[in-house]
């Protein structure tokens, strides 16, 4: 049986099978990824540790100047205190007033602690300035005077600062830069000031003395109707007793100058409407040193202009007159008698001695010069009768004097006595050196107060067996011309600012 298959060729081979491809093995690749992810890996390190040093580097520099902007504000405080610290004349710069210094000097002499080495505005021979004194070029005060040894804020002197004070006719503009840790970067702030006067407290009382305040007898008090709390008494001597009372009546406080002064009070006396020892425990008080008001700066020779006319002896009627000095003397006075009439202003040059007899008529004020020296000054005005005052008179010749208001009375320099039977009424504020009542009438004062300026002893004398009445003080009267306060340096808002170092 033929088992060939028909269709194959018997000795045809057999068929080749597909040969098996041998593929090589690929070594390495692991490694490479590893190495790949390594390096990648290692940028990104590097990538974070780069940002992290700059955003630490950042905020370092940032810091530094936050902290640079806070010793900036830091010093600025500083600034804005001592400036509000200062004594400014009220007239500086005024060309009326020549003889006053420009406010920039003023401010340089308080800075430099030129007049008064205590003052609490001094900056020289301190320890924020560390001997670095102030130095002034033109009209900019450099605090410190080396700009590159800076105020320090702290023991290590990591935060500082450095200021300037520039001058714009009598306005300042203060700038601070703030530094911190010796950085490079600084911040600047600057604000401005505007000189603002003291407060005028001092028009409060009825009676305010630089001097001792006196009363053996007599009734300090307020007219009818009016709270007798107004008569209020102050004295700023700094020796004591600064308040010395034997007798009489005091329908307000008194005050004295604490740690200063004292008092000595006795006798059968009633202050702000207590007796006895309830007088001293409820109707005396003291106030520190510090808070005491000032007094107003005189100006008496701003009114000489207004004295058009000399002064004639005997003549019954007479305006806006000038005596001249010498004209009296302690033992040859000038004189006006009963009835005389002035009108408009008496201006008075120094030396003099007036006296006025029986009812004298005042239709304006009395302005007597400053002398030179006020502890060798004899000048005087004695009012030995009534004096009455009135409205100014109508006219242009008066118009000037009609404009100036809240004065009755000033002469600084010079004594004034009410004695006899003297009294009467005055509106106004009465200025003097020494004021001595000892007068047989009653005196009413409207919208006035009296102030003494002699720091001695009676400064303030009341010795009378009538009364001084008050319908008000000179609060509501405080003179229009010729008594300023001194100024101090105030920011105005909204002047704060950023500015370039």
């Given at each position: 049986?033929?088992?060939?298959?028909?269709?194959?060729?018997?000795?045809?081979?057999?068929?080749?099978?597909?040969?098996?491809?041998?593929?090589?093995?690929?070594?390495?690749?692991?490694?490479?990824?590893?190495?790949?992810?390594?390096?990648?890996?290692?940028?990104?390190?590097?990538?974070?540790?780069?940002?992290?040093?700059?955003?630490?580097?950042?905020?370092?520099?940032?810091?530094?100047?936050?902290?640079?902007?806070?010793?900036?504000?830091?010093?600025?405080?500083?600034?804005?205190?001592?400036?509000?610290?200062?004594?400014?004349?009220?007239?500086?710069?005024?060309?009326?007033?020549?003889?006053?210094?420009?406010?920039?000097?003023?401010?340089?002499?308080?800075?430099?602690?030129?007049?008064?080495?205590?003052?609490?505005?001094?900056?020289?021979?301190?320890?924020?300035?560390?001997?670095?004194?102030?130095?002034?070029?033109?009209?900019?005060?450099?605090?410190?005077?080396?700009?590159?040894?800076?105020?320090?804020?702290?023991?290590?002197?990591?935060?500082?600062?450095?200021?300037?004070?520039?001058?714009?006719?009598?306005?300042?503009?203060?700038?601070?830069?703030?530094?911190?840790?010796?950085?490079?970067?600084?911040?600047?702030?600057?604000?401005?000031?505007?000189?603002?006067?003291?407060?005028?407290?001092?028009?409060?009382?009825?009676?305010?003395?630089?001097?001792?305040?006196?009363?053996?007898?007599?009734?300090?008090?307020?007219?009818?109707?009016?709270?007798?709390?107004?008569?209020?008494?102050?004295?700023?001597?700094?020796?004591?007793?600064?308040?010395?009372?034997?007798?009489?009546?005091?329908?307000?406080?008194?005050?004295?100058?604490?740690?200063?002064?004292?008092?000595?009070?006795?006798?059968?006396?009633?202050?702000?409407?207590?007796?006895?020892?309830?007088?001293?425990?409820?109707?005396?008080?003291?106030?520190?040193?510090?808070?005491?008001?000032?007094?107003?700066?005189?100006?008496?020779?701003?009114?000489?202009?207004?004295?058009?006319?000399?002064?004639?002896?005997?003549?019954?009627?007479?305006?806006?007159?000038?005596?001249?000095?010498?004209?009296?003397?302690?033992?040859?006075?000038?004189?006006?008698?009963?009835?005389?009439?002035?009108?408009?202003?008496?201006?008075?040059?120094?030396?003099?001695?007036?006296?006025?007899?029986?009812?004298?008529?005042?239709?304006?004020?009395?302005?007597?010069?400053?002398?030179?020296?006020?502890?060798?000054?004899?000048?005087?005005?004695?009012?030995?009768?009534?004096?009455?005052?009135?409205p100014v008179p109508s006219g242009s010749q008066f118009d000037a004097v009609r404009a100036t208001s809240g004065i009755a009375i000033m002469a600084p320099t010079a004594d004034v006595y009410m004695t006899g039977s003297s009294g009467g009424n005055i509106?106004?504020?009465?200025?003097?050196?020494?004021?001595?009542?000892?007068?047989?009438?009653?005196?009413?004062?409207?919208?006035?107060?009296?102030?003494?300026?002699?720091?001695?002893?009676?400064?303030?004398?009341?010795?009378?067996?009538?009364?001084?009445?008050?319908?008000?003080?000179?609060?509501?009267?405080?003179?229009?011309?010729?008594?300023?306060?001194?100024?101090?340096?105030?920011?105005?808002?909204?002047?704060?600012?950023?500015?370039?170092?």
């Amino acid at each position: 049986m033929n088992t060939t298959h028909p269709h194959r060729d018997p000795i045809a081979p057999p068929p080749r099978q597909r040969p098996r491809l041998n593929r090589p093995r690929r070594r390495g690749v692991t490694a490479l990824l590893a190495m790949l992810y390594l390096v990648l890996i290692a940028t990104l390190a590097l990538g974070f540790y780069g940002a992290t040093t700059t955003q630490s580097q950042i905020a370092s520099s940032e810091e530094k100047v936050a902290r640079s902007y806070l010793a900036a504000d830091s010093g600025l405080d500083f600034m804005r205190r001592i400036l509000a610290k200062v004594d400014i004349s009220p007239n500086a710069g005024d060309p009326a007033f020549p003889d006053e210094k420009p406010a920039i000097d003023q401010l340089e002499d308080n800075l430099t602690g030129k007049f008064d080495k205590d003052r609490p505005c001094v900056l020289n021979n301190t320890a924020n300035l560390a001997g670095n004194d102030i130095r002034r070029v033109g009209n900019v005060i450099y605090i410190p005077g080396d700009q590159s040894k800076p105020i320090k804020l702290d023991a290590n002197g990591d935060a500082a600062f450095t200021a300037t004070i520039t001058d714009w006719a009598g306005e300042i503009v203060c700038k601070v830069q703030g530094k911190y840790a010796g950085a490079t970067l600084s911040r600047s702030i600057s604000l401005d000031f505007t000189r603002k006067h003291y407060d005028a407290s001092i028009y409060d009382n009825a009676v305010a003395s630089q001097g001792q305040i006196l009363i053996q007898k007599g009734d300090i008090t307020s007219t009818a109707g009016v709270p007798t709390t107004i008569a209020k008494l102050m004295s700023t001597q700094e020796s004591s007793p600064s308040l010395v009372m034997t007798g009489g009546t005091v329908g307000g406080t008194m005050t004295f100058v604490e740690d200063e002064a004292g008092y000595s009070i006795g006798g059968r006396v009633s202050i702000n409407g207590y007796t006895g020892s309830d007088a001293v425990k409820l109707g005396i008080g003291s106030i520190a040193a510090d808070k005491v008001p000032d007094f107003p700066k005189l100006s008496p020779t701003q009114f000489k202009p207004y004295a058009t006319n000399n002064y004639v002896s005997g003549a019954s009627v007479q305006k806006n007159i000038i005596i001249k000095a010498g004209t009296g003397t302690p033992g040859s006075p000038v004189k006006f008698n009963a009835n005389d009439t002035v009108q408009g202003i008496m201006y008075i040059e120094t030396p003099n001695n007036v006296v006025f007899n029986g009812d004298f008529k005042l239709q304006g004020f009395i302005v007597m010069e400053a002398a030179a020296d006020p502890l060798t000054s004899t000048d005087s005005l004695t009012f030995s009768g009534n004096v009455t005052m009135s409205p100014v008179p109508s006219g242009s010749q008066f118009d000037a004097v009609r404009a100036t208001s809240g004065i009755a009375i000033m002469a600084p320099t010079a004594d004034v006595y009410m004695t006899g039977s003297s009294g009467g009424n005055i509106k106004g504020n009465i200025f003097a050196d020494t004021f001595s009542f000892k007068g047989a009438a009653q005196l009413s004062i409207d919208l006035g107060s009296i102030l003494t300026y002699n720091p001695g002893a009676g400064a303030f004398t009341m010795n009378s067996a009538k009364s001084i009445q008050f319908s008000s003080t000179g609060a509501l009267n405080q003179p229009s011309k010729g008594a300023y306060f001194d100024a101090y340096y105030q920011a105005k808002a909204g002047s704060y600012q950023e500015v370039m170092p």
